[in-house]
């Protein structure tokens, strides 16, 4: 059974979905309209995609394996889409869809096109994928590289993005006939041991000596932006939360920052490394309840 769609990809018929995208990658960038100027270059480059759009889909490769180019009429996908390309019964990508969406059934003789279907409905050019971004470009923006297609390029993040958010990046999408679609990132904010998100606020722990909290002092931390001091009082509890104002994350609608809060965490000596003459006193007076 011929099985021309992994000629098209220039890849074995048992190779592996990682192949499968690297061998895309490689060949998008070699005939890319934009980087090959021959002529024929932006038709290999939509029978790149097709077979890469099929290819990569679990359902339609699975279909496409069993069937092979009997759902092009026996065609070879080369011959196949130029023909679709050239006989005025829609674009490829749209007769694709169809006949994948709905099986090989009826369409293996689909090699004239000349049955009046009509598919007017343009192409999907638009990419949806998965970015997961540093917990500190969540918070106060910044630059992001990403790849797509085999293609890599900065992003712009807006600061205060969450988990969730979905970002639209202009003309980043599939490129075909001079139609470029556009890009949509759905955006994961990495987790850090050192920060936690409540809304737009910020909790951050951090130690305090037990001279700190027992007679107050200056204690020296490290945020997201800069080195700030924090006054200690006396009498500092445990898990005691001091409030730093607007140095959490942006709220993206009222551009108002939230606020970072300090969590104490007091530290204890280890009794072997006090003095012993301290250690006597202490067990002397202090309180035992």
Excluded: C, W
Aim: a neutral charge; hydrophobic letters at 35%.
């Amino acid at each position: 059974m011929s099985k021309s769609l992994y000629e098209t990809l220039e890849i074995a018929e048992n190779a592996s979905e990682s192949d499968i995208k690297k061998a895309y990658r490689k060949l998008a960038r070699q005939y890319h309209p934009d980087v090959n100027k021959d002529p024929s270059a932006e038709d290999k480059f939509k029978e790149i995609n097709s077979a890469y759009e099929i290819l990569s889909d679990k359902k339609k490769k699975q279909q496409y394996d069993m069937h092979g180019d009997s759902m092009f009429g026996g065609q070879n996908f080369h011959d196949f889409s130029r023909n679709a390309g050239g006989a005025g019964a829609g674009n490829l990508d749209d007769i694709l869809r169809e006949m994948f969406s709905q099986g090989a059934g009826g369409f293996g003789g689909a090699s004239g096109f000349g049955g009046g279907r009509g598919f007017a409905q343009e192409p999907n050019l638009d990419i949806e994928t998965s970015v997961t971004i540093p917990f500190i470009v969540s918070i106060l923006g910044g630059s992001h590289s990403v790849a797509v297609n085999g293609d890599r390029f900065d992003i712009k993040i807006p600061a205060g993005v969450k988990s969730g958010e979905k970002m639209r990046v202009k003309g980043k999408g599939h490129a075909q006939g001079g139609r470029a679609g556009d890009l949509f990132l759905k955006i994961t904010v990495a987790s850090t041991p050192d920060y936690e998100r409540e809304d737009n606020d910020l909790v951050k722990s951090f130690d305090v000596p037990l001279y700190a909290a027992l007679f107050g002092d200056k204690i020296t931390i490290e945020t997201l932006e800069k080195e700030i001091k924090l006054k200690v009082p006396q009498n500092t509890k445990n898990g005691q939360r001091f409030r730093v104002k607007e140095m959490g994350a942006m709220n993206r609608k009222t551009n108002v920052r939230g606020d970072l809060y300090l969590k104490a965490n007091i530290v204890l000596p280890k009794v072997d490394d006090l003095d012993e003459n301290l250690v006597e006193i202490m067990k002397e007076k202090l309180p035992k309840e």
